[in-house]
């Protein structure tokens, strides 16, 4: 493993051995900032020397469901960290996401209710589990200590900061200047995120590249409690399916860590030959050695189709097994060569009153193919519709009792009965 230069101001009390420049490799890997590193290079000689696991926090706010594919950057980097003897954290916001996070927002963010929190946060770690080891890891939710503040405890929480170091923060400065309304209770968000840290005793805390000030709140938090503040690690965010924008279900733009393998895989093969590389760094476990030479190879001929296929093997395998990614690869091969995959929705669908026929519109939207008639209408002007293999051409094509293989696009099929 090719070790980082340790810096000359990390002097720590405790031996840097080869084991301690092997944590602070796999720390960098792929991340976007550490802060301090120095410090950090002491907490990894000092657990070296003692044998004590140090203490790594993620925090997830439950404001949806599901995980999808840029949630689990940070998760691998947690799962790096554990496999090499750390402790992690997984705290679930379920205080937190009573007050909505406000990184990156034009406006303030609608709360969820209690209701809502529960039923996302059951779904949370079960899934994060997927790349975590549950051996080692804590799973904690903020409402533990935050209620336990009450008003008191908040009023004593929000005197450890000001105001003007508040409004420093990006997100907050641009809204004030456009005058756009900041409600009081968002300038908490970052108050308990950090006082997370201080109830935590955390060592390191990660996020996104959009979590910095939130971060940073923490060690302030920790020195104000007079602990050892932690170091912050942050990772880039994964850009969606676009191309363009960060992966959100909100711009559904996302692959979801439980998805179906045979979409999971689909959606992985669409992403540009460009924008593969930033997966293969963020997503992959491959040494960067080989994800180096794969890349190489691809820009000395190779068909770069060749590596997307390795990642999405790797990514599904990992979600759902290797048969199941074997299984994707088939269909995704399947599908390219006009077939039809093996395992598509059925549905079954009434005629009209008549009891003669139904345009291919309403059999369509009513298929669950298509949100609109007239989006079916604007996909057959398109030439993205197929039925029975055959490209449809005719909006006014209407359809009898019978059974009909439909495709819409590229990877959406039903087998339809009208009846």
């Given at each position: 493993?090719l070790?980082?230069?340790?810096?000359?101001?990390?002097?720590?009390?405790?031996p840097v051995?080869?084991?301690v420049?092997?944590?602070l490799?796999?720390?960098?890997?792929?991340?976007?900032?550490?802060?301090?590193?120095?410090?950090?290079v002491?907490k990894?000689?000092?657990?070296?020397?003692?044998?004590?696991?140090?203490?790594?926090?993620l925090?997830?706010?439950?404001?949806a469901?599901?995980?999808?594919l840029?949630?689990?950057?940070?998760?691998?980097?947690?799962?790096?960290?554990?496999?090499?003897?750390?402790?992690?954290?997984?705290?679930?916001?379920?205080?937190?996401?009573?007050?909505?996070?406000?990184s990156?927002?034009?406006?303030?963010?609608?709360?969820?209710?209690?209701?809502?929190?529960k039923t996302?946060?059951?779904t949370?770690?079960?899934?994060?589990?997927?790349?975590?080891?549950?051996?080692?890891?804590?799973?904690?939710y903020?409402?533990?200590?935050?209620?336990?503040?009450g008003?008191?405890?908040?009023?004593?929480l929000?005197?450890?900061?000001?105001?003007?170091?508040?409004?420093?923060?990006?997100?907050?400065?641009?809204?004030?200047?456009?005058?756009?309304?900041?409600s009081?209770?968002?300038?908490?968000?970052?108050?308990?995120?950090?006082y997370?840290s201080v109830?935590?005793?955390?060592?390191?805390e990660?996020?996104?590249?959009?979590?910095?000030?939130?971060?940073?709140m923490?060690?302030?938090?920790?020195?104000?409690?007079?602990?050892?503040p932690?170091?912050?690690?942050?990772?880039p965010?994964?850009?969606?399916?676009?191309?363009?924008e960060?992966?959100?279900?909100?711009?559904?733009?996302?692959?979801?860590i439980?998805?179906?393998p045979?979409?999971?895989?689909?959606?992985?093969?669409?992403?540009s030959?460009?924008?593969?590389?930033?997966?293969?760094?963020?997503l992959?476990?491959?040494p960067?050695?080989?994800?180096?030479?794969?890349?190489?190879?691809?820009?000395?001929?190779?068909?770069?189709?060749?590596?997307?296929?390795?990642?999405?093997q790797?990514?599904?395998?990992r979600?759902?097994?290797?048969?199941?990614a074997?299984?994707a690869?088939?269909?995704?091969?399947?599908?390219?060569?006009?077939g039809?995959?093996?395992?598509?929705?059925?549905?079954?669908?009434?005629?009209?009153?008549?009891?003669v026929?139904?345009?291919?519109?309403?059999?369509?939207?009513?298929?669950?193919l298509?949100?609109s008639?007239?989006?079916?209408?604007?996909?057959?002007?398109?030439?993205g519709v197929?039925?029975?293999?055959?490209?449809?051409s005719d909006?006014g094509?209407?359809?009898?009792?019978?059974?009909?293989?439909?495709?819409?696009?590229?990877?959406?099929?039903?087998r339809v009965t009208?009846?």
């Amino acid at each position: 493993m090719l070790h980082p230069e340790i810096p000359p101001e990390a002097q720590p009390s405790h031996p840097v051995t080869d084991r301690v420049r092997d944590a602070l490799a796999v720390t960098l890997r792929g991340c976007h900032e550490l802060l301090p590193e120095a410090d950090w290079v002491k907490k990894l000689a000092r657990s070296e020397a003692t044998g004590v696991p140090l203490r790594i926090k993620l925090g997830l706010d439950p404001t949806a469901p599901d995980i999808h594919l840029g949630h689990t950057v940070v998760l691998n980097k947690l799962r790096q960290l554990q496999d090499i003897g750390h402790t992690v954290i997984f705290l679930i916001g379920d205080f937190t996401s009573l007050i909505g996070d406000p990184s990156g927002r034009n406006s303030t963010r609608p709360p969820l209710t209690a209701e809502q929190i529960k039923t996302n946060a059951d779904t949370y770690y079960k899934q994060a589990s997927l790349v975590l080891n549950p051996e080692r890891t804590e799973i904690r939710y903020n409402s533990e200590w935050c209620d336990a503040l009450g008003a008191r405890g908040m009023i004593q929480l929000a005197s450890r900061y000001t105001v003007a170091r508040m409004m420093e923060r990006d997100d907050f400065t641009k809204r004030y200047k456009a005058n756009t309304p900041i409600s009081v209770h968002e300038f908490l968000y970052p108050l308990m995120q950090g006082y997370d840290s201080v109830a935590l005793k955390a060592d390191l805390e990660l996020g996104g590249t959009d979590q910095k000030f939130n971060l940073l709140m923490g060690r302030h938090l920790q020195a104000e409690y007079s602990q050892e503040p932690q170091c912050i690690l942050t990772m880039p965010l994964l850009v969606g399916l676009d191309g363009v924008e960060k992966m959100s279900k909100s711009k559904n733009n996302y692959i979801g860590i439980s998805e179906a393998p045979n979409s999971m895989f689909g959606k992985l093969m669409s992403i540009s030959d460009t924008l593969m590389w930033s997966y293969f760094e963020l997503l992959s476990f491959k040494p960067l050695a080989d994800i180096a030479q794969l890349k190489t190879e691809c820009d000395g001929g190779r068909n770069p189709r060749d590596a997307k296929v390795m990642l999405a093997q790797e990514v599904v395998a990992r979600f759902h097994g290797a048969k199941a990614a074997d299984d994707a690869l088939a269909d995704f091969v399947n599908r390219a060569k006009g077939g039809v995959p093996e395992d598509i929705p059925q549905a079954q669908l009434a005629l009209p009153a008549d009891g003669v026929s139904l345009g291919i519109g309403a059999l369509l939207k009513q298929a669950g193919l298509v949100p609109s008639t007239s989006e079916a209408l604007r996909m057959i002007e398109q030439g993205g519709v197929r039925m029975d293999g055959q490209a449809v051409s005719d909006k006014g094509l209407k359809l009898g009792a019978g059974t009909y293989v439909v495709q819409v696009g590229k990877r959406k099929f039903a087998r339809v009965t009208l009846a």
